[in-house]
């Protein structure tokens, strides 16, 4: 599956230390190169731009959807900050 990242999402990558870019970007190759993605994903009940969303070790999340096939996420930050 292909994966498209928001504006929001790149520059979270702008701005994060390296270790962690490649921790995330390693970990979303990884989902999306799965026959199914959204068994790693947890449903989100109440955000209906990014429905899902992936834990990234014990502080990292991804917020995304899927559109047309391809993996688009939408935000990436912290675990306390993110469902803000």
Same mark, same amino acid.
């Given at each position: 599956? @292909? $994966? /498209?990242y928001s504006p929001q999402a790149e520059e979270f990558f702008k701005k994060c230390p390296p270790d962690i870019r490649k921790r995330i =970007? @390693? #970990?979303m190759r990884f989902f999306a190169s799965t +026959? /199914? +993605?959204l #068994? %790693?994903?947890?449903? =989100?009940?109440d955000d209906r731009e990014a429905p899902y969303r992936y834990r990234i070790g014990k502080d990292w999340r $991804? @917020? %995304?959807s899927i559109e047309n096939g391809v993996m688009v996420v939408k935000r990436i930050g912290r675990r306390d900050k993110i469902y803000q």
């Open positions: 599956m @292909k $994966i /498209d =970007l @390693k #970990k +026959p /199914d +993605p #068994k %790693f994903a947890e449903h =989100l009940t $991804i @917020k %995304f």
